[in-house]
């Protein structure tokens, strides 16, 4: 009987040569795809020993590794669900989603005694005195293979059930519009812990039987070094606006390069005219989302054009449509909504939430805003749940208004998106004081470091006498947007 496991998909492309490498490092460490194979069916066999079997959750926070990547392979194996988590989170943060995911095991540096955890260091050096288990658990389709954890603007985080046919029709649809080839080497820097770094890029290489470098995080010195070395390179804003500022980053050094993918936040169109100009070569500019990885993407042969993220992929429909869910004529900015095998399968132990934002015909209501040209191509233009993606994280005003609101001298606040030329977008947060109040900027982060994970924290802080508001009493954000949208964009921010 044919199983939906995302592995065994995986394991039937693998190339013919098991000696060829997987992944690689400039150190010398290296996995082959039989080393992967046998180290993953290792970690099966201490998985099941600690009773882990089909449709147990897996809580996981660790730094990018090679490891790392063999463990979320073996949850696939046995048929665990893989809980990937920012490792910049809290313990706060991570208590949350623990008492929410209920895990059979969580893998890092945890202190909990309630759930059994260990090291991933501990977990790999078991794999030395452990015998493979090689057979792949049977999967249905709509089994889940992951659960990522997306937050809700009230600040309630939601988790998004992706099943085994959710991320291998994603896979292999990008595989094929991406034209993956078989002597591809991917040049990898991104995180592990979301959509971008494990799916999207592991998942093309897996269906290629590709090469990968595996960098630790984003340097942009290795990046010089490698590029020659690779063919694809796949990053967020952040990696090419940091390459055109390298003084070695020319045309000469990508002549083997044969496509650079960005997403995970908007692509500044002066970055896209000025790679072109550099490098002779567009970059390929795409949109997804947790629920259902990629949606849209440029194409590979065409044209790419400069703010938008092209059509909507081969098996996606997409539709732009008002308040009411009654479809836009072209031109027209709408709530952008989807469906598609990758649309995720709802949210965990939220049927009411999942009910609000999946339509009965099945179109999932994204919450960006958009407009298609007559092509159909898909241009971004804001986000109705306000929304910030920075450096490719996903971040949302309330927790931060909220964690900010809790501080003695603060009387309320507003947090908003403003562009920044590295990050894509940069978080700033506008705040009243309390009366008689010394608080200033310096003041703030340190107070909140224990609440909020490094990237949430505000890039720059405003006082103001009182915000902004409409005759309803609500805050403004639009006024505040459109009075600091050049905070980091002129020349001396």
Not at 26 to 48: M, P
Not at 244 to 260: I, S, T
Not at 428 to 447: F, K, Y
């Amino acid at each position: 009987m044919q199983t939906a496991n995302l592995y065994a998909l995986f394991q039937s492309r693998f190339p013919t040569d098991l000696s060829k490498v997987f992944l690689q490092q400039e150190d010398g460490g290296n996995l082959t795809y039989g080393e992967i194979d046998q180290f993953s069916a290792k970690l099966v066999a201490i998985l099941k020993a600690r009773n882990i079997n089909k449709g147990d959750r897996i809580l996981v926070q660790v730094d990018k590794s090679m490891d790392a990547v063999c463990l979320y392979l073996a949850c696939l194996r046995v048929g665990a669900v893989y809980l990937p988590m920012n490792t910049a989170y809290t313990p706060a943060e991570i208590n949350y989603f623990t008492k929410d995911a209920r895990p059979a095991l969580m893998v890092g540096d945890f202190v909990s005694q309630e759930i059994p955890n260990l090291t991933l260091d501990a977990l790999s050096r078991e794999v030395k005195n452990s015998e493979p288990h090689y057979p792949v658990e049977q999967m249905e389709k709509d089994d889940l293979a992951a659960i990522l954890y997306t937050s809700g603007t009230t600040g309630r985080s939601k988790g998004a059930m992706l099943s085994h046919d959710n991320l291998s029709s994603n896979a292999l649809t990008l595989y094929e519009i991406w034209h993956w080839q078989q002597d591809d080497v991917l040049l990898h820097a991104l995180p592990i812990f979301h959509v971008h770094g494990l799916f999207v890029a592991l998942h093309c290489a897996l269906l290629g039987g590709s090469t990968v470098w595996f960098l630790p995080r984003l340097d942009v010195d290795a990046l010089i070094r490698l590029i020659p070395k690779s063919t694809v390179l796949m990053g967020v804003p952040t990696f090419y606006t940091r390459l055109l500022a390298h003084e070695k980053f020319d045309k000469a050094l990508c002549r083997n390069m044969r496509l650079f993918i960005s997403g995970s936040a908007p692509l500044l169109e002066e970055t896209f005219h000025q790679f072109e100009t550099l490098t002779d070569q567009r970059i390929l500019e795409r949109y997804g989302m947790t629920e259902a990885g990629m949606i849209t993407s440029n194409p590979y042969d065409g044209e790419r054009i400069a703010g938008t993220v092209g059509p909507a992929l081969p098996d996606v429909t997409v539709r732009i449509c008002d308040s009411q869910g009654n479809e836009l004529p072209h031109g027209e900015i709408g709530s952008l909504e989807y469906k598609g095998p990758n649309l995720f399968q709802g949210y965990w132990e939220m049927p009411e939430k999942t009910a609000e934002e999946i339509r009965p015909d099945g179109f999932f209501i994204s919450g960006d805003m958009a407009i298609s040209d007559e092509q159909g191509r898909i241009s971004i233009v804001g986000r109705s749940k306000d929304l910030i993606i920075s450096g490719g994280f996903n971040i949302y005003p309330k927790e931060i208004e909220s964690a900010i609101d809790l501080l003695p001298e603060v009387l309320e606040s507003a947090v908003i998106a403003c562009p920044h030329p590295d990050l894509g977008e940069a978080v700033v947060a506008v705040i009243v004081r309390q009366d008689n109040s010394a608080l200033t900027e310096p003041d703030i982060p340190g107070q909140l470091t224990d609440q909020l994970a490094r990237f949430k924290l505000p890039r720059k802080i405003i006082f103001m006498e009182a915000l902004p508001r409409n005759t309803m009493g609500k805050v403004q954000k639009n006024i505040l947007r459109q009075s600091y949208s050049d905070l980091f964009t002129c020349k001396s921010g």
